[in-house]
Nanobody
Framework: VQLVESGGGLVQPGGSLRLSCAAS??????MGWYRQAPGKEREFVAS??????ANYADPVRRFTISRDFGTNTVTLQMNNLNTEDTAVYYC?????????WGQGTQVTVSS
């Protein structure tokens, strides 16, 4: 599975960004987003199963994940961003046997 992220950038605190991930295939995979801030471990952000069930990390319940099964795309709408959201955001596709990662996209929240 190949994953290509887009939509990162620089935004002021309180602003919004929308990240997209285009997958070469997604059937049967849980699609999700993780992030890694400087000097920190990669952490879970949000995911959505093939049945459309979403799961979020507690600090980002102001984000919304969505999934287009027709185009194999997963999107992360990020609202009310703050400086603690600054990180490289990675798209992930996983099932019981495999896990794939995108190259990451930088999100910087700064005034």
């Amino acid at each position: 599975v190949q994953l290509v992220e887009s939509g990162g950038g620089l935004v002021q605190p309180g602003g919004s960004l929308r990240l997209s991930c285009a997958a070469s295939q997604s059937f049967g995979y849980i699609m999700g987003w993780y992030r890694q801030a400087p000097g920190k471990e990669r952490e879970f952000v949000a995911s959505m199963t093939s049945r459309g069930i979403a799961n979020y990390a507690d600090p980002v319940r102001r984000f919304t994940i969505s999934r287009d099964f027709g185009t194999n795309t997963v999107t992360l709408q990020m609202n009310n961003l703050n400086t603690e959201d600054t990180a490289v955001y990675y798209c992930n596709a996983q099932n019981a046997a495999e896990s794939y990662w995108g190259q990451g996209t930088q999100v910087t929240v700064s005034s």
